[in-house]
């Protein structure tokens, strides 16, 4: 794994409001996606109150993105990259696309063989999403959705263009055929807040497509846009090829539950927080111990450690946070499972967990099927 530390151009009292109050409103978020995801495996599809459910998940996920949009303009967030099959990496982000009315047909092409980058894996998937989200709100009738991914040698004269060396890439197209862009309009969809259509469309002003170009940039590659008016818009991320495949990140999932029998020691400042862990771990068969802060994780972890099999941390807490936590945690039982539960995309205090040998992370908010793999995950290491 690779690590990269952005430069932090906003001032500290800012990015200090905006952590907080991220961090605040994705604690709120985990609690409410974790019984409602309690509530969804509760009852059948058939269930009058199943598809509320459906969409009370959907605003939280929503509330997730304005979150790690308030990061990102404090840009208090870190890269944590892996070698990732862009190939797997689409398909997982196509197949929680929601069509639903939107009359939008769906094509996606994915190259035959791995696509191998060295990236960030949550950054690229909100890449694509903020791509995916433009498409289709540029076809408001209806049209055609086509996602496609190749790789491409990119040389000399048209690397020059791009502002790239020349090498092999992943160019990852998204196309719609919607209502396409004047040059006016092209020459400004990158600007914060910008909207072509502030009155009809306010939902389009944002920084979703502001910080999909940071983010590739920041991944050594270019975004690339084509748009003609009442015909369509493609949208090409370009990202230098890997040429090993070596510790591939993104492993296939089922989407079902997976049970475990362990001893769990879930540890959180927040009291809403503890509550829905405690039930989703006894929901998945593991018997749970609490604690409100990481003094009391030592403290419990020093009297139970024998028969506590996984400890998952808090990022943010007073007095100790997770990595002082983790560290004297890690004094006691040098081989301890620790798995780290956080609201940001991996700061730095988080980075140096994993270089210290914790065994994984899960960003807030999760769902229940997410959290069940993700522990059964660590506990197998």
Known sequence: MEHIQLKSEAPDAVEALAGGIAH????????????????????????????????????????????????????????????IDVNRLVRRTVEHLDLNGKRVVLDVDLDSKPLIIEADPDKITQVLMSLIDNALQAMPKGGKLSVVTESA???????????????????ISITDTGIGMEKTVLDKIFTPFYSADHERHPEKKGLGLTFAREIVQNHSGVIDVWSSPHIGSSFSVILPLKETSDNLDLPSKEEKLVMGNESVLLVDDEERILTVGREICKALGYSVITAASGKEAVKIYKKDKKKINLVILDMIMPEMNGLETFLKLKKINPDI????????????????????????YILKPYSVIDFSHKLREVLEI
């Open 24 to 83: 605040d409103f994705n604690n709120l978020l985990a609690a409410i996606k974790g019984r409602a995801s309690l509530m969804m495996n509760s009852i059948k599809p058939s269930d009058p109150l199943y598809h509320h459910i459906i969409e009370i998940i959907r605003c939280i996920d929503k509330g997730s993105e304005i979150a790690t949009q308030l990061l990102g303009f404090a840009k208090v967030d870190d890269y944590y990259t892996a070698a």
């Open 153 to 171: 040698a990119i040389l000399n004269g048209t690397a020059d263009a791009y502002g790239l060396s020349s090498g092999l890439f992943v160019r």
């Open 337 to 360: 499972k620790v798995l780290l539960s956080t609201g940001y995309s991996i700061d730095e205090k988080a980075q140096e967990m994993l270089r210290q040998g914790c065994r994984g």
